[in-house]
């Protein structure tokens, strides 16, 4: 089968169809240019078949219990694990990431499906004391019914699971919307692997379109009663207006603009850890991360050691080809990004930044550049930069690194290094954000946790129990059961 060829349609009740809009959705490879598909855009016509076949058969789907749900979730792993080498090349061709990045999604993305089968057990309701002795509480936990999720670019196989296979298991129906630029991984894809896995017609559908064609039905349909979206805060504040006028429950995961610091104590290996860990944390998948480290935060007294150390880092990292195992950096999305990171690069120059690495563009293969000297009012230093551009930022103690890092409209997550542990959860404590990790990488994810951020990075959280609370609901039934005396 080529994914390119078979699942560039979309998925409505089952069925593989042509959109009926007039025109289409061109799936480029970001690399070499060559054409992957054509996709025609789905219309208002289509949300609203996706969205009633959804609403058809989703009370069934709940109904059919916690074991009949387990079961397909174990057989969408499985396919997914006999697929795992053409889902890996798929990722490499739609959307530029190297073997390494495809390789660790498609890894975190069984580990999440994983998590989705027990999770079909986990839900539990509970009875509850009651002002009358004569009756019994009961709480219990429900599906929503039918979600919408929006998944973005940059992760689009394991993003999107992230919330299918959990609203799935949980007995609700989903519509998926994936982004343009991965059509193919993160729709065509998952819905194939469900609908093998012997998900019933209905339960998940694909559209394919945008918001020139069908503007914002996807989210004021009636249908949905939960939208789970993932993406840039600018779209996510707009998800968040028009869901909250129709009294929508929305899961937000937006922008972020991490921060790494590397405070004083750290001997000869921990600094080249904390190199390592910076690198990894800024360059990854080309910098297209959200959790990804716009900023590096360096002691003064370290700064010299680990900026030589980081530059020759960055200086030895390969730029190319993704298929080739030894790139380290594939291109970014589209040509449209590309320009902006390098306009982006002249702005923070022409604010009095210092260029330590200046790495060219071709294309849309796109050089890692190293900057340091911002001015502290720049604006790059306070918004996301979805790029391999590093701000190099030294600090003067911990109060000034807290400081600095808490200096932006974002909060979803970071990383400090530090040869104490336990300084390293005090500082974690101060900063603003809905994660932070001592002594690791600030990309980091994990099905049982809460995933999420503060500010403008989104109140939405998925993982654990979260997720749980994210695609159900509380429903109280009480039994009378003797007759109680009326007021009147």
Known sequence: MSFFTDL??????GEWRTGSGSWDIIDFNPYNGEKLASLTVATRAEVDAAYRAAERAQP????????ARRAVLERALRITEDLEGEIVEAIIDE?????????????LAK????????????????????TEQSRENRLYRVPVGVVAVISPFNFPFLITLKSVAPAIALGNAVVI??????????????????????????LLNVLVTDIAEIGDALLEHPVPKVVSFAGSDRVGRHVAAVTASHLKRCVLELSGNS???????????????????????????????????NRILVDRRLEPEFTRRFLARVRALRVGDPRDPQTHLGPVINDFQAEALGNLVDQALAEGATA??????????????????????????????????????????EDEAVRIVNDTPYGLGGAVHTADAERGVAFARRVDTGMFHVNGSTIQDDPLVAYGGQKQSGPGR??????????????????????PPFPF
């Not at 959307?95 to 890894?107: D, I, N, P, Q, W």
């Not at 919307?177 to 209905?202: C, D, M, W, Y």
């Not at 001015?375 to 590093?390: C, K, M, N, T, Y």
Request: glycine residues 10%; aromatic residues 8%; proline residues 7%.
């Open 259 to 293: 921060a790494l610091v590397v405070l004083d104590d750290l001997d000869e290996p921990g600094l080249d850890y904390a190199v390592d860990a910076a690198v990894f944390s800024r360059y990854v998948y080309q910098g297209q991360v959200c959790m990804a480290a």
């Open 111 to 130: 580990e999440f499906l994983r998590e989705a089968v027990h999770l079909t057990m986990r839900p539990e309701g509970q009875i509850m004391p009651s």
């Open 95 to 107: 959307l530029g990431g190297t073997r390494a990045k495809a390789e660790h999604e498609v890894h």
């Open 177 to 202: 919307k994936p982004n343009q630029n991965t059509p193919v991984v993160g729709g065509g894809l998952i819905a194939r692997i469900f609908s093998e896995a012997g998900l019933p017609a209905g």
């Open 8 to 13: 560039a349609h979309q998925f409505i009740d």
């Open 462 to 483: 998925l993982g654990g129990e979260a997720t749980i609370e994210a695609f159900t609901t509380w429903k109280w039934i009480s039994v009378q059961r003797e007759r």
């Open 60 to 67: 069934a789907w709940a109904a059919a219990g916690p074991y």
């Open 356 to 397: 330590l690495l200046h790495g060219s563009t071709v294309g849309n293969l796109v050089e890692p550049t190293v900057l340091t000297g911002l001015p502290e009012d720049s604006p790059l230093l306070r918004q996301e930069i979805f790029g391999p551009v590093a701000l190099l930022v030294p600090f003067d103690g």
